[in-house]
């Protein structure tokens, strides 16, 4: 009767059309790489359009996402005014009372074959569900922003095209990686950024340092990309089988993939799913920056800070807690989340959180700050994957994008107009509020918002996660994530005092001396300058230029010496001659701390902005109303009849059945077991026929008690720091100063944070010198003794073999049988000669004899 | 008994016609010779095609004929334009053949 009701799922052509938001970006990096240098803006034109109109596109596609999963509940509220009392038989064993009317909202996939070979074919495309819209939207935006802010920040950058190249094929990664439908593209998007990250940490390759920190995070994150390949060669084989038989699919598909991990299957074992999410874990690690390999990422700071911001924010380190929340099955069944039990993830996000924002303290450069920042708050987001909160973690991923690349842009635009491109705390910057109010003020909008103050964005998001890994059992992370709350906001308050508070050192001050990543370049500078003093004016430019000329030619440096023979009162001017050819420079400027261009403070205003409010966007506490994030992005843990969403092809909207009152009647005591929770997807097998892409995650009730619990430990960590700041740095308290250098443990504990945990010292002196250096030894014995004997005795061997070829066999057989034919063709004319009279007579006669031979050769063989 | 006259016949034409081109100097004759041995090949050629009854034979003949015509043809004019240039047609002074 009403069992074939129907459900209709609206689509669109944003949506089924989402493959371009990552291919304009990639097309845009050859554009700019092939024709970028010969337009007006160099290029930076081409990237900025490519990010407007991926941004279009993304914005496009959330919007109809958002009217499809209204489409599915609308409809479903439909059906069930219409069949009373079935509404639960729609989804029966979905597990929260909730979610028990909300249909599974298939994605809207597009993809073309790419490859096919011996029945196994796999496509390029798109694959827009809730978690890839909401990040291709989030990649999109704070590309465009970053865009925005680095057509100031690189001005007159020696490789200004080539930077906006990278940075719009790194975003095209980004996006590519997240719209993926199969693993295929996910790891050719993943290896895109990986690549990009290196091009644009290494963008200043000329300093040593800088390429060196490129070289560390290509490789650190290498080491976890080989986890990436195993895995997904695991995961292949492992659920290939099923995905052929039941899904009409292969192992490559991330929804095939998904269902076969939580369909109970033989094939789906616990350790085939054990040893793939370990490996693709590992990945993430690498790519995400979690403990032990988080190394690579304060060194990626060596990048121009808008390449930070976007590195830290939107993109690279959050592909690896991407990939984990994208074929979440499979670690929900690996890790064996569903039972609340300690998993792999849940700890070394935890162990990430601290060593995270413990390192945050020792700092001096800002943005490395900022970088421990990130490894911690990529901790949060591991953490609460590994206990099952699975939606706080991807709106962790979102609002944390907005205040951490404000932060960073922020640092950009200190550094930028505040502190002559130093990024030391201590000796450049201090009190610069006065002179930067905008950008004090998104700083401080984006400190609160990640320290989690309320109302702020980081306040819903973190909370949510502390929340929820309290609530799912993890007592003693619940604490750690509390702990890291603190940690934060102490640090946060160190880094805003140090910048913003107190006096005017170095830079800020106004004052005329080299930073460390700088130093040869302002050497070099001073003695220009002095030069400038003493010169008459006129000739000033000249040495200007020449000392610059090395860098980017007597163009720049002319235009920067002029300037700086202009505005010569303040002593710190002529600065603007060197470094407008080393680095990022607008030319002439006058000296000292002022505020940012426009170019820089809009980008910075939005994010603060979106730090203030995009919390709101799922503020759980405020009730199931403002829960949009949750509605929209988090797959419904719904069994869905496998022959229905075999028969929706790409782009068709998916038709749901449902279920027959027969069905509803097995019912009623699994809902009262949903009660608990522990029912449904991924807790239970699908029925047959059916199958599960997404665990029944179960979300914690907000308590006010929570909510407070947690700002009140926010509020005490703030407290105590802003004392202890004020104290140490403000009024120099003998007490606190010189206090690791007296106290013996606390001097431990300080080189110890200072050394990075010696991880770095383990890594390259320990590990690489134990694995590298033996290794070497032995390959070079092995070298010198077995392979060069091998080879010289085989060449000696061969040459001896050789002559004796060349003696016996080329001279004697091979030269004499050529000699012999030429001897005997020779001879034989010469005998044949005399024949060759030219009398016709004799001719004829020779015919004739000959005839008669043949003819009585003939008749002989004929007659015998 | 009648076909081994006619053989008979045309194996002493021919060896008539072989000594001619090998003995004569002659170019003329050699021509001739030629001819008596072509003519004795038509004669062994008809007396095969009476023998098995079939016109085949006749009809190489005739065809034999004809190329013996051009043969001659062509020969003439070479020993004609032999003659112009050396005022002698004796063929062995002529060795421009030679090898």
């Known amino acids: ?44 034109e081409v990237g900025l359009a490519t990010m407007v109109s991926s941004l279009v596109l993304a914005s496009g596609a ?56 011996s029945g196994l074919e796999f496509g390029i495309g798109s694959s827009a569900d809730g978690l890839a819209v909401i990040l291709l939207w989030l990649v999109a935006f704070i590309s465009l922003l970053v865009q925005i802010f680095s057509l100031d920040y690189v001005r ?56 060196r ?83 690579w990422l304060p060194d990626a700071m060596a990048g121009p800070t808008p390449v930070s911001a976007l590195l830290h924010s939107s993109t690279m380190v959050v592909a690896g807690v991407f990939l984990v929340a994208r074929i979440y099955p499979v670690f929900w069944q ?70 951490k690349s404000a932060l960073f842009l922020s640092a950009g635009s ?125 000739s000033t430019p000249v040495p200007a230029g020449y000392a610059d000329g090395d860098h980017d030619g007597v163009t720049d440096g002319l235009t920067g ?114 009660e608990h929770g522990k029912v449904g997807c991924g807790y239970d097998v699908p029925e047959p026929g059916t199958a599960c892409f997404f665990p029944a995650v179960t979300h914690a009730e907000p308590t006010i008690n929570k909510i407070f619990l947690s700002l009140g430990v926010v509020a005490v960590a703030y407290a105590i720091a802003i004392a202890f700041n004020v104290a140490y740095y403000g009024r120099k308290n003998k007490h606190l100063n010189g206090l690791t250098q007296r106290s013996r443990p606390l001097r431990a504990g300080y080189l110890f944070l200072e050394n990075k945990y010696y991880l770095d010292y383990l890594y ?22 077995v392979l060069d004997a091998t080879v010289d005795q085989v060449g000696e061997t061969t040459k001896k073999t050789g002559i004796w070829v060349y003696e016996n066999i080329d001279q004697k057989v091979i030269d004499g049988a050529v000699d012999g034919s030429g001897h005997v063709a020779s001879e034989t004319g010469h005998a044949l000669q005399p024949t060759q009279s030219g009398k016709v007579s004799q001719y004829g006669a020779l015919l004739f004899g000959a005839a008669a031979v043949f003819a009585i050769v003939l008749v002989i063989v004929n007659v015998s | 008994m009648l076909v081994v006259n006619f053989l008979l016949l045309a194996a002493v034409l021919f060896c008539i016609g072989v000594y001619g081109v090998i003995a004569r100097r002659n170019a003329v004759l050699v021509l001739m010779s030629i001819e008596l041995i072509l003519n004795s090949v038509n004669l062994n050629l008809i007396a095969f095609s009476l023998m098995h009854g079939s016109v085949d034979g006749q009809v190489f003949a005739l065809y034999v004929i004809a190329v013996a015509a051009a043969e001659v043809g062509v020969g003439l004019a070479m020993v004609l334009m032999i003659y112009r240039n050396r005022r002698s047609i004796a063929l062995d002074e002529l060795s421009e053949m030679k090898g």
């Not at chain 1, 996910?186 to 290494?202: A, P």
């Not at chain 1, 990430?352 to 020792?362: D, E, N, R, S, Y």
Request: net charge negative; with cysteine; proline share 4%.
């Open chain 1, 156 to 211: 007159g950058d020696r490789r200004y095209t080539h930077f906006f190249a990278a940075l719009t094929l790194f975003s095209g990664g980004m996006l590519i990686m997240v719209m993926a439908e199969n693993m295929v593209q996910l790891i050719l998007g993943w290896e895109i950024m990986g690549l990009c990250s290196f091009l644009l940490i290494g963008h200043w390759w000329e300093d040593y340092d800088n390429s």
């Open chain 1, 764 to 785: 390259e002196n320990v590990i690489v010198h134990a694995i590298a250096h033996p290794i070497a030894k032995g390959a070079y014995w092995f070298n010198q003794h």
């Open chain 1, 561 to 674: 010496g002029v300037g700086s023979a202009g505005d010569e009162p303040h002593g710190g001017s002529s600065h603007a001659a060197g470094e407008d050819g080393s680095d990022h420079h607008e030319g002439p400027h006058e000296s000292g701390p002022h505020e940012s261009g426009p170019l820089i403070l809009v980008p910075i205003v939005i994010l603060a902005f979106f730090a203030l409010f995009s919390g709101f966007t799922n503020a759980t506490p405020l009730g199931e109303d403002w829960e949009r994030v949750k509605t929209y992005v988090e797959p419904r843990p719904v069994e869905v009849p496998i022959d229905q969403y075999l028969a929706s092809g790409p782009g068709e909207s998916l038709r749901l059945v449902v279920p027959n009152a027969e069905e509803d009647e097995g019912q009623g005591e699994e809902a009262g077991e949903a």
């Open chain 1, 334 to 403: 690996g890790f064996n989340i569903d039972d609340g039990g300690l998993s792999f993830i849940a700890i070394i996000g935890g162990i990430t959180i601290v060593i995270g924002a413990l390192l945050a303290f020792v700092q001096d450069d800002v943005k490395k700050v900022l970088a421990y920042s990130t490894v911690s708050q990529l901790g949060y987001m591991m953490l609460a994957l590994g206990t099952g909160a699975w939606l706080a973690a991807v709106f962790h991923i979102f609002t944390h994008a907005f205040f």
């Open chain 1, 414 to 538: 200190i550094s930028h107009s505040g502190s002559h491109h130093s990024f030391d705390m201590k000796t450049d910057m201090g009190g610069l509020r006065k002179f930067m109010p905008v950008t004090f003020t998104v700083w401080i909008v984006s400190t609160l918002a990640l320290t989690g103050v309320f109302p702020f964005a980081g306040f819903w998001s973190k909370d949510e996660i502390i929340d929820n890994v309290g609530d799912h059992g993890y007592t003693f992370l619940f604490w750690v994530g509390l702990a890291g709350a603190a940690l934060t906001a102490m640090y946060m308050t160190r880094a805003t005092y140090l910048i913003f508070f107190g006096e005017p050192r170095g830079a800020a001050a106004g004052e005329l001396h080299g930073d460390e990543e700088h130093s040869e370049e302002f050497e070099m500078e001073t003695l220009t300058v002095g030069a400038n003093i003493n010169a008459p004016a006129v």
């Open chain 1, 62 to 117: 959330a919007v109809q996402w958002v009217q499809r999963t209204d489409s599915a509940d609308g409809h479903t509220e439909e059906a069930a005014g219409a069949i009373s009392g079935f509404v639960r038989s729609l989804s029966p064993q979905a597990a929260e009372g909730g979610h028990a009317s909300e249909p599974f909202i298939e994605p809207v996939v597009s993809t073309w074959v790419w490859w096919q070979n």
């Open chain 1, 1 to 44: 009767m009403l069992a074939a009701e129907a459900l209709e799922l609206s689509s669109g052509w944003f949506l089924e059309n989402a493959w371009l938001i990552g291919l304009i970006p990639a097309i845009g990096f050859f554009i700019i790489i092939g024709v970028g240098k010969h337009l007006p803006m160099k290029g930076a």
């Open chain 1, 213 to 295: 920190a490129a070289l560390k995070a290509f490789f650190t994150v290498r080491v976890g990309d080989v986890g990436l390949l195993v895995g997904t060669a695991i995961l292949f084989f492992g659920s290939n089988q099923w995905a052929v038989d039941n899904l009409d699919s292969n192992g490559f598909d991330i929804a095939a993939i998904q269902a076969w991990a939580l369909s109970g299957d033989p094939s789906a074992t616990n350790w085939v799913l054990i040893a793939g999410a370990a490996s693709l874990f590992i990945a993430a690690i690498g790519k995400s920056g979690q403990f032990p390999l988080h190394t």
